[in-house]
């Protein structure tokens, strides 16, 4: 096993939330995982950037009271965003129904490595989400 292959192996707990702390969570993942950027037109104003964790993976610790959720075109993503300070630190993806895309910016340091950045063009979303998934 070479060395990118024994951090990908190896897991942590992850910690994060969002700008004034009401909402926490935790989720357990490799110490180095793929980086989604996408050019939607949320992500593209957002800055969000993608970390897919399965569900059973992720735990929010503090504030679900405090998420709000926004939904538009198909419904089918939840955008959750904390109600006190507005930040999106993760939401429920129509990309990948049985995971949570949790945005790196919100992840706490020094536990978490990017691997690789891939750039999906969510701008044409239903000719680019079978590649997309496929890598993720």
Known sequence: MNEREIKMAK????TGGCHCGAVKFKFSAPTEMSLTKCN???CSKTGFQH???PHEDFKVMSGVDQLTTYKFNTCAAKHLFCRQCGVKSFYQPRSHPNQWSVNLRCVDAGTLEVAETIEFDG???DANIEGLRART
């Open 11 to 14: 897991t942590t707990t992850h």
């Open 40 to 42: 939607c037109s949320v």
């Open 51 to 53: 970390l897919f964790v």
């Open 123 to 125: 701008q044409n979303f």
